[in-house]
């Protein structure tokens, strides 16, 4: 069974920089997306960021890019979420997925779900 392990979250001020990390077991995950998906309250979940296998290949949600970084060590079947930059508006509970494929950007396309880290910027 898949089990993924969301941490690093926390209460910073805006500006300040967090890294989330994402840690899977359970099964072998070559050839696989893995992605960042936020749900702030009232709010349905987006997709945050998206990076392929090789990681090669990045997605950024137009709400981050230029100050959220995608990574993953494949040896350690772990991804992580470098938030610099940070604003109240990015305050959500931050959930990692892994993919049915390599590449998607729908959260559809994405399952095994972690339980969610909350990421909470005050002004």
């Known amino acids: 069974q898949v089990q993924l392990v969301e941490s690093g979250g926390g209460l910073v001020q805006a500006g300040a920089s967090l890294r989330l990390s994402c840690a899977a077991s359970?099964?072998?995950?070559?050839?696989?997306?893995m992605g960042w998906f936020r749900q702030a309250p009232g709010k349905a979940r987006e997709v945050v960021s998206i990076i392929n296998w090789r990681g090669g290949a990045t997605y950024y949600a137009d709400s981050v890019k230029g100050r959220f970084t995608i990574s993953r060590d494949n040896a350690k079947n772990t991804v992580f979420l470098q938030m610099n930059s940070l604003k109240p508006e990015d305050t959500a509970v931050y959930y990692c997925?892994?993919?049915?494929?390599?590449?998607?950007?729908?959260?559809?396309?994405?399952?095994?779900w972690g339980q969610g880290t909350q990421v909470t910027v005050s002004s």
């Open positions: 359970g099964r072998t995950f070559s050839s696989i997306a």
């Open positions: 997925a892994i993919g049915f494929t390599d590449w998607s950007t729908e959260p559809s396309d994405f399952g095994s």
